[in-house]
Every structure is written in C-alpha cells, then in structure tokens.
C-alpha cells in the first residue's frame, strides 16, 4: 500500500503560542510546513530542522505585500495543503477610550490580515480543487460582556462570519474550511499592555479592575496549547481524536469556551421565547 504524500502546512503566527505548538506537532506526524512570522528572529532557531521552511511575512503588510512572499512559498514544494490563519493579538481597552483607532489596530492583524493571507492562499488550493483553510477565531466572539475585551471580542466575531461565509463560498472547489474556537490558553495573548493613553474619569473605576484583571491571567489558564493544536492536526488529517468523525467545521476548544457558548445559545433562545410575539408580529397584515 503507497503511503500518502506528506501534507504541506503554511502556518502564520509561529513565534510562540499556538503556531509554535502547532509546527511541533505537524512535523511529529511527518508532515513539512512552512512556518512564518512577522519577524524573521522571533523563528530563526527553527532554521534547519527537517521538514521546515521558515519565511517573513507581516500579515498587516497588505495584500500587495504577503502575495509574493506566499508565491514563492508556494514554490518550495509546489503546493499547499493546509493554510492556518494563526497570527493574531490582543489588545485590551475600554472601548470609548480606545476609540475607532484601537478597533482599526485590532481588525488589522486580526481580521484583515487574515483575509489577506486567505486571498494570497485560495488560488492555489483552488487549483489543486483540494486544501484546507484553518482560521483561528475565539470563544471571546460569544464572550463580549466583559470590559476592555470589546475591541478583540469584535475583530474575532467578525473573523467567524468570515469563515462562515468562506466555508460555502470554497467548498465547490474541494477546499475545506476549519473554525477554531479557544478559550483561554497558556499563551501571549493576555501579555499585551493595557490602553491607558486616553483615560476618561468616569472610567477610572471600571478601566482599574478591568486591566487588574487582565494582567492576573497569565499563567493561570488551564488550557494547554500543546493539546489543541494536536486536536487541530487530527481534524485535519481525519485521524486521532477525528478519526470516523465528520467534517466539524467549527472544532471549540476548551472548557471555557463550551461553557461561555452554551451560555450565549441560551440567552439567544430564552430572548427569542420571550419576545416570541413582538418578532412574529411584524409582517404586513395578510
């Protein structure tokens, strides 16, 4: 029986975190990837294991930008079979303090980019009429009610009806999409500094227990993203944990993020029920 050909991953966002733990645990299945960061030190050390090829790429640079830097990725092996949408940051405000500039600077890495790289990426899984598109999004989409996250909680709802839209829109050419939705993990997400450049008096008591909270999570969480990852690789290689399972389209990940989900579900639900009358009882009199 032939063996199938190694996968060939393009993950972005390897430095640390997910996308570190994620190049470990593609390559421990014999897999290559193409590891990429927005700066080329932060991956320097991986330069010379087997199976890897490090690259630049900024995914706030532009699509001008990251297209050739992707071409030419592309051409190392000749194909690409698995894209990750990794990259991403957080940056913790109060809204009105933050303004429309802190949203601009948070949908830039987080959303943008991301579409970005998936428009540098789509046509060559296009033309193979096989691929997969991994986007990382977050449980943080259903969990908004919590000062200072609303600029993040934003970017990554708006980054799940993307991948949504993108799952039907590339199907027809053989091109999957996967939906990855962490809770909270042990990585860098909750190490960015809190905005305090445009502090408003009316905020101080609120923005003081929000940053104090943000800054004791690190290190705390319970998620371990060694684990995740390795659930990411079975879904897409249909093996481990995902074998016999369907297709998941969306993989939630954490005990957290179920919850905060079941949470926002039964709020939606319990709101439809009680409003029940007044949102049937719009419609034109027949």
Same mark, same amino acid.
């Given at each position: +029986? ?15 975190? *997910? %996308?570190?733990?994620? #190049? $470990? ?20 050390? /991986? ?34 079979? #698995? ?7 957080? &940056? ?14 948070? *949908? ?6 991301? +579409? ?5 990426? !789509?046509?060559? /899984? ?19 009610? !919590? ?14 009806? !993307? ?9 027809? *050419?053989?091109?999957?999409? !996967? /939906? ?9 997400? &909750? ?22 909270? *943000?800054?004791?999570?690190? %290190? ?7 684990? $995740?990852?390795? $659930?990411? #690789?079975?879904?897409?290689? %249909? ?14 990940? %954490? ?26 009882? #719009?419609?034109?009199?027949?």
């Amino acid at each position: +029986m032939t063996e199938p050909s190694p996968l060939v991953w393009l993950i972005t966002g390897t430095s640390s975190g *997910f %996308g570190s733990c994620l #190049v $470990a645990s593609v390559l421990a299945r014999g897999d290559r990837v193409i590891a990429t960061a927005r700066s080329l030190d932060s991956i320097k050390h /991986l330069e010379g294991t087997p199976n890897i090829a490090i690259r630049q790429l900024d995914v706030t640079a532009g699509a001008e930008a990251i297209t050739p830097i992707v071409a030419e990725a592309a051409g190392i092996h000749g194909r690409l079979d #698995v894209v990750v949408n990794n990259a991403g940051s957080g &940056y913790p405000a109060l809204l009105e303090e933050g303004g429309s500039d802190m949203l601009r600077k948070q *949908f830039d890495v987080n959303f943008f980019g991301v +579409m970005d790289v998936a428009q540098a990426t !789509l046509p060559y /899984l296009r033309a193979q009429k096989a691929g997969t598109m991994v986007i990382v999004g977050s449980r943080s989409a259903w969990k908004t009610e !919590l000062p200072g996250i609303g600029a993040y909680a934003a970017s990554k709802a708006a980054v799940h009806a !993307l991948a949504e839209t993108l799952t039907v829109e590339v199907a027809p *050419f053989g091109v999957r999409v !996967l /939906l990855v939705a962490p809770g909270a993990f042990r990585t860098a997400i &909750y190490r960015q500094p809190y905005h305090l450049a445009n502090p408003l008096p009316d905020y101080d008591k609120m923005r003081a227990l929000s940053a104090a909270r *943000f800054g004791a999570v690190s %290190g705390t969480e319970r998620g371990d993203p060694a684990k $995740a990852m390795e $659930a990411v #690789v079975d879904v897409v290689r %249909g093996e481990g944990a995902a074998a016999g399972r369907p297709w998941p389209g969306t993989l939630v990940l %954490g005990e957290d993020a179920e919850s905060d989900l079941r949470v926002k579900t039964k709020k939606i639900l319990d709101n439809l029920d009680e409003w029940n009358d007044v949102v049937r009882g #719009v419609n034109f009199d027949e």
